[in-house]
């Protein structure tokens, strides 16, 4: 039977030699992760199996990043419930306040994730790791305490969705675009429970900061998980790294795959995802039209607090102003982010342009502190939601986008086209 990455990766894990659409497979995992607000519950239900440990030290990450620093009296216990758990339990891969980042930039940061591995973790974007050629998909708490109890989950196997890439993207187009246009295509049901899996000439063109950033975006479509294919980008990645054991997995040719869908990359335009929901995009010149005017930007994120992210903001920013009255926030992903903006000299180019520059944290994505937003206010980011009431009142209205536009944008006060500023 010919198959797809996904299905190869899911068909080694199970300890066959194949895997079909539909079926139930009880795989095992190569890393379970939690967060400081899905670990807590999962901690709760691991007690409950009556587990006395688990199944392996080093392949259980647990990153406080939500709402850490804390933020109130409730986010410190549940910060002091994973820490007191993994101190524990010796977990290898525990990062707390100094040493942790935003889970899904830190994790490929610090080499723990790699190509052919076996993911989940309890936090939906989980799927970023398909960068490196890895099958990993968010699940819920509950799933967590069994794989860190059990070293196995049960995984329907998806279908799968071809993304073929070619061209060379533009100056001011990146991952960000890329991820945005898919889903404006097919919807935020358009992928659901599939693997979005990509392939073509154009990949070569994608840096790894885009890949992770449009793998970490899969799920926007609905899709179990996003995955590329391992080339010399990925592998230098990884051996940078150090991670010099790793499995490539490689669809097959005739791999069955139920839509095939082309993205011209020298024909893209920078794109926005207007309220309320990812799949409602329209291409920076469209968007220019309707003179949105902002209250807020928030540069960071899993999926765009990179370094290539923080670079291009700053070149940007770079001897301007933001407009007054619009708060402009810099999250950089990790602190090995933090520390290279320093470095760089793109700290001294945000701080001097008006923008204030926070310590990594989730923070504003999901509405938990950093930069909520009150009613009415309007917000540009580099985050990857922007349902109702996703960074604060039900009211505000939250536009996802690159962070070249997202920079242009804080400068003249409303949405814009970076080639202008």
Same mark, same amino acid.
């Given at each position: 039977m010919k198959m797809t990455m996904t299905q190869k990766i899911l068909a080694a894990h199970c300890g066959r030699d194949a895997v079909k659409p539909g079926e139930f497979v009880e795989i095992d995992l190569d890393m379970v992760l939690g967060n400081d607000i899905t670990t807590p519950v999962a901690i709760k239900e691991f007690w409950k199996m009556d587990a006395k440990e688990v199944f392996d030290k080093a392949k259980i990450a647990i990153v406080l990043d939500h709402f850490t620093p804390n933020k109130d009296i409730k986010s410190a216990q549940q910060s002091k419930e994973c820490r007191e758990f993994a101190q524990q339990m010796q977990i290898k891969h525990f990062y707390d306040v100094g040493k942790m980042g935003v889970e899904h930039a830190l994790l490929p940061e610090k080499g723990i994730v790699k190509a052919g591995d076996a993911i989940i973790g309890a936090d939906s974007h989980t799927c970023t790791y398909g960068a490196l050629g890895a099958f990993s998909t968010g699940t819920g708490s509950t799933d967590m305490a069994a794989g860190m109890a059990t070293g196995k989950t049960w995984i329907k196997v998806p279908g799968a969705i071809k993304v073929l890439i070619s061209g060379k993207p533009s100056k001011y187009v990146c991952g960000k675009d890329v991820i945005l246009h898919?889903? &404006?295509?097919?919807?935020? @049901?358009?992928?659901?429970?599939?693997?979005?899996?990509?392939?073509?000439?154009?990949?070569k063109n994608l840096s790894m900061d885009d890949r992770f950033t449009i793998a970490n975006m899969a799920v926007e479509a609905g899709a179990k998980n996003g995955i590329f %294919?391992?080339?010399?980008?990925?592998?230098? +990645?990884?051996?940078?790294?150090?991670?010099?054991? +790793?499995?490539?997995f490689a669809a097959d040719n005739d791999a069955d795959y139920e839509e095939e869908i082309e993205i011209d990359l020298s024909a893209l335009r920078p794109t926005v995802a207007f309220p309320h929901l990812p799949e409602n995009t329209k291409t920076i010149d469209e968007a220019e039209k309707e003179n949105i005017k902002i209250d807020q930007v928030v540069i960071g994120s899993c999926t765009n607090g990179r370094i290539e992210d923080m670079r291009i903001a !700053?070149?940007?920013?770079?001897?301007?102003? *933001?407009?007054?009255? *619009?708060?402009?926030?810099?999250? %950089?992903?990790?602190? @090995?982010? +933090?520390?290279?903006?320093?470095?760089?000299?793109?700290?001294?180019?945000?701080?001097?342009? &008006? !923008? *204030?520059?926070?310590?990594?944290?989730?923070?504003?994505?999901?509405? &938990? +502190?950093? &930069?909520?937003? !009150?009613?009415? @206010?309007? /917000? *540009?980011t580099t985050t990857n939601r922007n349902f109702v009431g996703r960074m604060g009142h039900v009211t505000s209205e939250v536009y996802l986008a690159s962070p070249a536009v997202a920079a242009a944008s804080?400068? /003249?006060g409303k949405l814009v086209n970076p080639e202008i500023v």
């Open positions: 898919l889903i &404006g295509r097919i919807g935020v @049901e358009g992928a659901r429970y599939k693997s979005i899996e990509f392939f073509g000439e154009g990949i %294919p391992v080339d010399e980008k990925t592998m230098e +990645y990884m051996q940078a790294r150090g991670n010099k054991t +790793y499995k490539i !700053a070149q940007i920013l770079k001897g301007k102003a *933001v407009k007054t009255n *619009v708060r402009t926030i810099i999250i %950089p992903a990790t602190q @090995e982010i +933090y520390l290279q903006c320093i470095q760089e000299g793109l700290t001294d180019i945000f701080i001097q342009s &008006g !923008a *204030v520059v926070s310590t990594p944290t989730c923070g504003p994505c999901l509405g &938990g +502190y950093m &930069g909520i937003l !009150a009613s009415g @206010e309007r /917000a *540009v804080a400068i /003249a």
